[in-house]
């Protein structure tokens, strides 16, 4: 059986676009609810690469749905009970985003990405070796690459626009932004979802190193979880059975592609390399295998 045809870019006639990120494309429905299509795209180093990852947008959107509806009790999310053939009669638009598309309420997001950090690696390992801090949280002496922390850190940043870089920010920038009491319940929230999602991830044989949120609120100030949830995209998975202290572990995740390219001769601004189709196909199983792993009782 052949693999679906990838999905680097979304086209629905019927709906009007709204906006597009860097591997989501947003329509609107009406003046309450949206439509989030997850494509093939993926963006490393805040890079859009030119060829999209089989298969990547409805592993994301099958991820993020099961993370959406175990994690409710903890948060509330975006999603609607709204079938797609409610919002796109069309048959063949339909097909074309089937299973990678889904209704949402339409909200205001927050400026504000919530970063959680388990293990001590990325560019939180590289901030420690020159400071002994993580955005600067001060840490112990001694630590190792990849080694556990002794308890989850929240380490914000703030929202780029696509191609720009995101920036590590301190809690009291997140105050100024959000105000003390929706900053605390942001840094809260984030990290008792990271720290549940973790021990289940781990049940199944995925440690959760790192990940990141996103949330939005209503009109009543509300507060709500959006974006994407735990997926391989906005977290860094690691296989359990060949983890260890003092290096970087394989992945479950894009890290892979982010290691690919750095043997490249690139100054990670766009445009992009193109990928080796072993490198794309090699990265879309990681991904499935992520998925399987998580959500297959």
Request: charged letters at 30%; proline letters at 5%.
């Amino acid at each position: 059986m052949n693999a679906p045809a990838a999905l680097y870019e979304s086209s629905l006639s019927s709906l009007s676009l709204r906006a597009k990120g860097k591997v989501r494309d947003i329509y609107d429905i009406d003046d309450k609810h949206m439509l989030i299509v997850t494509t093939d795209r993926l963006s490393a180093f805040d890079v859009i690469l030119p060829e999209p990852i089989p298969e990547k947008g409805r592993v994301l959107t099958s991820v993020s749905n099961f993370w959406f509806h175990k994690m409710e009790s903890v948060i509330a999310n975006h999603l609607v009970d709204i079938p797609l053939e409610d919002v796109i009669s069309d048959a063949d638009e339909r097909a074309q985003v089937e299973g990678r598309a889904i209704v949402v309420k339409r909200l205001k997001p927050l400026p504000v990405e919530a970063i959680v950090r388990g293990y001590l690696i990325g560019s939180g390992w590289k901030d420690y070796q020159k400071t002994g801090s993580v955005c600067g949280i001060q840490l112990a002496d001694g630590l190792q690459q990849a080694q556990q922390l002794p308890e989850a850190i929240y380490t914000p940043s703030s929202k780029a626009e696509v191609g720009e870089h995101d920036e590590n920010i301190s809690f009291e920038k997140t105050v100024a932004l959000l105000g003390q009491e929706m900053a605390a319940k942001v840094r809260d929230v984030s990290i008792k979802l990271y720290t549940e999602a973790a021990a289940y991830a781990k049940q199944r044989g995925i440690i959760i190193a790192d990940t990141k949120f996103e949330f939005g609120v209503d009109d009543d100030g509300e507060l709500f979880l959006i974006d994407e949830a735990l997926t391989p995209d906005s977290s860094r998975f690691w296989p359990a059975e060949s983890y260890q202290i003092g290096i970087s572990p394989p992945s479950f995740d894009k890290q892979y592609i982010r290691d690919y390219l750095d043997t490249l001769d690139w100054d990670k601004t766009a445009p992009a390399p193109f990928l080796p189709e072993d490198v794309r196909l090699h990265c879309a199983e990681k991904y499935r295998e992520a998925e399987i792993k998580l959500t297959t009782n």
